[in-house]
């Protein structure tokens, strides 16, 4: 694809192998292919690793971060399980919005916890509403052992962010699924693989095997879920597009 960008003139021409197209510059469909390519652009040059939450590394848009917070804050759930724990910044971020709400934990799960970020998450101020599980996510053992953590009335958002393949998301999908209440949501993060294949940091079948791939399969199996866009409990912007690493990521337990 061809972006052309004309200031002065206020448009934006698109050459996408198709009929080439003229857009007003301040149009909405403007502004989504613009974000497209500042996210794509932005995975490339790691502008995600450059924010940290209470002193940890999140590895995570702040606009991503921000819908994540809302989509907490409205559902109130009172367990995130989490696939993925890297250096724990996540795991802390959403302890953070239990903390301010009174009531909350988070699991955390992660085939190695590396020991000097297992003691940085340890010592934090808010370790009193995390658990640590260190196991393959997709194990027998470990679902189980999760699962028993989880009390029956206890209302549960699933968040998947560990490995990215195509594969092992569809496993965990069909591991943790069942945990999500009704009316909650299951976030299946960094879909953008698909959007970013080819690119530098990229995998050569990124086109394929990614997330996004996975969760399609998934619901075409379980229509007890259906996808959503990012909820918006307040929205003033004329339907602007996300920008976001999890696109077509937000599934809802119907």
């Known amino acids: 694809m061809k972006l052309t960008i004309d200031t002065k003139g206020g448009t934006l021409s698109v050459e996408d192998g198709s ?40 590895i995570q848009l702040p606009d991503d971060m921000m819908r994540i917070q809302e989509t907490v804050f409205t559902t109130k759930p009172d367990v995130i399980v989490e696939t993925g724990v890297a250096h724990g910044g996540s795991l802390l971020y959403y302890a953070s919005l239990f903390e301010l709400m009174g009531n909350g934990r988070v699991i955390g799960i992660d085939i190695e916890i590396r020991p000097h970020n297992r003691t940085a998450i340890e010592a934090h101020p808010l370790f009193k509403r995390v658990t640590l599980v260190e196991g393959n996510a997709v194990a027998a053992e470990t679902v189980a052992m999760v699962k028993s953590m989880i009390k029956p009335d206890e209302k549960v958002m699933l968040i998947l962010d560990s490995n990215h393949s195509k594969d092992h998301v569809a496993k965990e999908l069909a591991a943790y699924a069942d945990l999500v209440t009704p009316g909650c949501y299951l976030l299946v993060q960094d879909g953008i693989m698909h959007y970013v294949a080819g690119m530098p940091r990229t995998g050569d079948d990124w086109s394929w095997n990614n997330p996004i791939s996975a969760t ?29 690493h999890h696109p077509k990521g937000w599934l809802r337990r119907k």
């Open 19 to 58: 009929c080439p197209r003229q857009l007003d510059l301040y149009s909405r469909e403007s502004f989504e292919q613009i974000a497209r390519l500042w996210t794509d652009i932005g995975w490339v040059r790691k502008y995600s690793y450059g924010f940290a939450w209470m002193g940890r590394p999140i």
């Open 216 to 244: 399609e399969e998934f619901l075409a199996k379980h229509t007890e879920f259906e996808p959503v866009r990012v909820p918006r409990p307040f929205d003033e912007t004329q339907d602007t597009p996300d920008c976001t």
